[in-house]
């Protein structure tokens, strides 16, 4: 193999650097299906906050959606009741389609006893469904407390 010249041995560094910019100037981009920013409150039928050590909303994509990609998005209950769901950044939205809406709350995430009525917890039995299809959505929910 024959030995390069100084000037290829100049050129390769740079050649990096040029890789390395187009690469970080392209970014991750938001590239791909839309999104709509989906945020809200979940309280209890009497008005109160779940308070649990773990306390999740979760869009389950549902079997009728026409969403381009079948991704579920979540976020934490925060502890004022507001969420603002994610599907692959935090607060990025949920793809547009149709989704079940299912809750997680249990009492720590030591102890996972269920502080939510079990027809909450599961796509197949909850009675949310909901559409994301805008930019942005607004979406309160009302649960019943575990009996």
Do not use: H
Not at 20 to 28: D, K, P, Q, R
Not at 75 to 80: A, F, G, K, L, V
């Amino acid at each position: 193999m024959p030995k390069p010249s100084p000037r290829t041995l100049r050129f390769i560094p740079l050649s990096f650097v040029g890789v390395g910019i187009v690469f970080f100037l392209s970014g991750c981009g938001d590239s791909g299906p839309p999104r709509g920013k989906v945020t809200g409150k979940v309280t209890y039928a009497d008005g109160s906050i779940p308070q649990g050590g773990v306390a999740v909303i979760r869009f389950e994509v549902a079997p009728n959606s026409k969403t381009e990609l079948r991704k579920a998005a979540d976020s934490d209950i925060q502890p004022d009741g507001s969420y603002d769901i994610s599907t692959l950044r935090p607060g990025d939205g949920a793809f547009y389609g149709t989704y079940k809406v299912v809750f997680t709350i249990f009492k720590s995430y030591r102890d996972d006893t269920s502080l939510v009525a079990e027809k909450f917890t599961s796509a197949q039995t909850t009675p949310f469904e909901c559409v994301v299809d805008s930019p942005s959505k607004v979406m309160d929910f009302t649960i019943d407390k575990a009996k």
